[in-house]
């Protein structure tokens, strides 16, 4: 049995283009083996993130290479596995599905993955793309770092699978609407909103400046700052709408804020705020949303340690910051 927890854009992930004509190699290529075991080798210090139980080490790894998915995992000796499987999917997807009661990572070999970002053709037209909510990356370029990354944002999306499943099938309930996209909802109540655009970025500004802020107390005044736009944007929100940003912010903004960090282990500070933390823009679409979840998060590592502990499908970002600046 196969389960895949998508509801349009409330993927796990991101879904790319479908049909591809690629023309699978004979095996996994050294590229994606090397891309995996540098996924691995980072296992222990994510594991330092605290969430619980949150690990790469027996979860299966599906690389679909255009005809069919390789799917890869280690042993009790730590040594790699690579099988050849039938494909899952017949689309391009960075994501997660459940087979056979084990939700496992599921994306595009690095080759189809880089491929496909080339064939965006510049960053114009990538650009454009996320206006239309087509994409979710933030970057206009792909390497084999960001592909280890990636596949710590799925990881960390089957380890939400397993955990907050209850929490994540209220939230799609909420979405549901005669939209094929649910997407739709945030492009038509907040981006066609000039005052609530200019309340997200200006509580992404604010929160920005507390991350920024060299002392403590600065700090937790630019956040009760942040949560005070918050609530009044909140409040002209539809219910749809509000559960819909908070699956995009909470949901994907911590995985979001995984496949940064793991990111961050790989190419190094500098490289990781040039990607991660660069000057925001305000854009129509869900790749805001991952933006502020993961700056929340990070925020979130200045002013405590341990909160990834009491994070969870009820407790989210915004409440475990006002516990902390109200404290």
């Known amino acids: 049995m196969v389960k895949i927890w998508r509801i349009v854009y409330m993927a796990a992930g991101v879904l790319l283009a479908a049909g591809s004509a690629a023309t699978a190699e004979r095996g996994l290529s050294k590229v994606n083996r090397d891309i995996y075991q540098e996924a691995l080798a980072l296992d222990e210090e994510m594991q330092m993130l605290r969430f619980d139980g949150f690990s790469l080490r027996g979860r299966k790894v599906r690389f679909y290479d255009g005809s069919c998915d390789y799917v890869v995992e280690t042993d009790a000796d730590n040594q790699m596995i690579v099988t050849k499987?039938?494909?899952?999917?017949?689309?391009f997807a960075g994501t997660t599905l459940e087979v056979d009661g084990q939700w496992q990572v599921l994306l595009p070999t690095y080759e189809q993955f880089s491929g496909f970002f080339d064939a965006l053709g510049t960053l114009g037209s990538y650009q454009q793309g996320m206006q239309e909510g087509q994409f979710d990356f933030g970057q206009s370029g792909?390497?084999?770092?960001?592909?280890?990354?990636?596949?710590?944002?799925?990881?960390?999306?089957?380890w939400q699978s397993e955990n907050w499943r209850e929490g994540m099938d209220i939230l799609s309930g909420q979405v549901q609407n005669e939209s094929s996209n649910p997407v739709d909802i945030i492009v038509r109540e907040a981006d066609s909103?000039?005052?609530?655009?200019?309340?997200?970025?200006?509580?992404?500004?604010?929160?920005?400046?507390?991350?920024?802020?060299?002392?403590?107390?600065?700090?937790?005044?630019?956040?009760?700052?942040?949560?005070?736009?918050?609530?009044?944007?909140?409040?002209?929100?539809?219910?749809?709408?509000?559960?819909?940003?908070?699956?995009?912010?909470?949901?994907?903004?911590?995985?979001?804020?995984?496949?940064?960090?793991?990111y961050k282990a790989?190419?190094?500070?500098?490289?990781?705020?040039?990607?991660?933390?660069?000057?925001?823009?305000?854009?129509?679409?869900?790749?805001?949303?991952?933006?502020?979840?993961?700056?929340?998060?990070?925020?979130?590592?200045?002013?405590?340690?341990?909160?990834?502990q009491g994070f969870s499908d009820e407790a989210g970002l915004d409440e475990l910051l006002r516990d902390l600046v109200e404290d």
Request: overall charge negative; proline content about 0%; hydrophobic content about 40%.
């Open 85 to 91: 499987e039938k494909a899952q999917l017949d689309v």
């Open 142 to 158: 792909y390497d084999d770092r960001m592909h280890a990354a990636t596949i710590w944002h799925e990881v960390f999306h089957a």
């Open 193 to 262: 909103n000039q005052e609530l655009a200019a309340l997200f970025t200006e509580e992404m500004e604010q929160l920005m400046r507390a991350y920024d802020a060299q002392n403590l107390t600065e700090k937790k005044e630019w956040a009760a700052g942040a949560l005070e736009t918050a609530k009044k944007r909140s409040a002209k929100l539809s219910d749809e709408a509000k559960a819909m940003e908070y699956y995009l912010e909470n949901y994907e903004g911590s995985a979001r804020y995984v496949e940064s960090m793991a």
């Open 266 to 308: 790989l190419a190094g500070d500098e490289a990781w705020r040039e990607v991660y933390l660069k000057d925001f823009q305000y854009e129509n679409g869900s790749e805001k949303y991952y933006h502020m979840g993961m700056l929340k998060c990070v925020l979130l590592d200045q002013l405590t340690d341990g909160w990834q």
